[in-house]
């Protein structure tokens, strides 16, 4: 069905002036001027401009394409020119065009302003705007090439269940779900059973849903987000942190040349993520909260930075940077006290710059069976709960640490989003699970 069709980001890639071309897609907008239509398609790799002239196509034809709706799906032949007033610099002279659809009148999505829940609720049509296809093909192209990265230094992707028994992350914002005659939760992270599968493969990752009963509404948290989530054994804080930085350098210069197009359509100079080379600035919690107390906020010593503490940090950034040693009290069971100062772990935070802040969490965990056994109780949870995690230190355990990086997070920064809703084609919030 395919075979004499030609995808349009084919075309705009150049080379083919003065060939007849055929295409196929969607009306993506129409005007006319004079005896000239103008019909911009949109096939999913780009959008080009075609224009049909009155007097090289019959009349029937032209007055088909008078009548043409907006988002259609049509096909077109014609002759590919060269053309600097064209938005991609090449057009398509139409001879023919036919209409495999034609949509019905009165497209949702008009060029005049929608508000942000409209256009939530018709988000199945939204994603075809030249935005969100921008930030969805950056994401994708973010994914690949983090895979990429994973590739070439050796990681093995590892997949863990979605339905599990016992919080990752604390028991606030787990989401039960009625597994049968008992409950069960949706995974907050991959990590614990991570912790189990390094000993069978060694350095792995995966990219996967992971899921926070966020009762706040804020512009960060979704419900449903995608975790790309890395542990490695026999490693520690600072190689933790090395393998952050050279994961998402890497990205950002792939990102940079591959995704220039998109970025710069989005408002995001690539300079910015060239800029993301290692190493990056490193902020102990102490020295983050010693910030906070000389700009004036009252901060207590021991909570964890919120999404206001952050933000003004981040803003004194151009590049990301990495705050560690995070008190007890403000991480999870599983992170490793610091020998040296037992009451603040080896944990790490990533910060976005330009006042986004976190965007990625982790650091070391604890590896002694006694130790464990007491952060557990001590953070008020059941050891009967983690029975299988705990055997993991009782048979070869390990110094070992890893990260688990918010897709959406990341996603909003690079593409200089106001909210992580934007980041994901079909959001998860808390008043939103439709469409
Ligand atoms: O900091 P978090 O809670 O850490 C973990 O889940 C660890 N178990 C990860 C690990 O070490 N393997 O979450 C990690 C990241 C955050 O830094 C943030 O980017 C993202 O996940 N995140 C969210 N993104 C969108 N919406 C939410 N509600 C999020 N909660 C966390
Ligand atoms: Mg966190």
Not at 361 to 383: V, W
Request: include cysteine; glycine fraction near 8%; hydrophobic fraction near 35%.
């Amino acid at each position: 069905m395919s075979e004499s069709f030609l995808e349009v980001s084919r075309i705009l890639s150049g080379g083919l002036e003065g060939e007849k071309v055929k295409v196929r897609g969607w009306l993506h907008n129409k005007r006319s001027s004079g005896g000239i239509h103008f019909l911009i398609l949109r096939d999913g790799t780009g959008i080009i401009q075609c224009t049909m002239k009155r007097d090289k196509v019959d009349r029937r034809q032209f007055e088909l394409a008078k009548d043409v709706t907006l988002e259609s799906s049509i096909e077109l032949t014609g002759t590919v020119r060269r053309d600097e007033r064209a938005p991609g610099g090449y057009e398509i002279a139409v001879e023919e065009l036919k209409v495999v659809h034609m949509a019905e009148e009165g497209f949702p999505i008009a060029k005049k302003y929608h508000g942000p829940e409209f256009l939530l609720d018709h988000r199945h049509l939204w994603i075809r705007s030249r935005k969100m296809q921008n930030i969805l093909r950056v994401r994708a192209k973010f994914l690949e090439a983090a895979r990429e990265w994973f590739k070439l230094n050796g990681y093995t992707e590892f997949h863990s269940p979605i339905l599990i028994t016992a919080a990752c992350e604390g028991g606030a914002t787990l989401f039960p779900v009625k597994y049968f005659d008992r409950e069960a939760y949706l995974t907050q992270s991959w990590q614990l059973y991570a912790e189990a599968a390094i000993a069978s493969l060694g350095k792995i990752y995966t990219v996967a849903p992971s899921f926070r009963a966020e009762k706040s509404r804020t512009r960060r948290h979704l419900t449903e987000y995608w975790h790309l989530e890395v542990e490695i054994p026999w490693c520690g804080l600072n190689e933790v942190m090395k393998v952050e930085e050279e994961l998402l350098s890497y990205v950002c210069r792939r990102l940079a040349s591959e995704a220039s197009r998109e970025l710069r359509d989005l408002g995001r100079d690539v300079k910015d993520l060239l800029r993301v080379e290692p190493p990056f600035e490193r902020l102990t919690y102490d020295e983050a909260v010693e910030i906070l107390h000389e700009d004036g906020f009252d901060f207590e010593w021991g909570k964890d930075l919120g999404r206001v503490e952050e933000r003004h940090l981040a803003l004194k950034f151009d590049k990301p940077f990495f705050i560690t040693h995070y008190p007890r009290s403000a991480k999870a069971f599983y992170h490793k006290p610091d020998p040296n100062r037992p009451e603040v772990t080896l944990s790490v935070d990533l910060m976005a710059p330009e006042g986004y802040g976190e965007i990625t969490g982790g650091g070391e965990r604890i590896d002694d069976l006694d130790e464990l056994l007491k952060s557990i109780k001590e953070n008020g949870l059941n050891p009967e709960d983690y029975k299988w995690y705990i055997d993991l230190r009782r048979y070869g355990s390990v110094p070992h640490a890893g990260f688990g990086l918010g897709v959406e997070r990341t996603i909003s920064w690079i593409c200089r989003l106001d909210h992580i809703r934007d980041a994901i084609a079909f959001p998860r919030l808390i008043n939103r699970v439709y469409p």
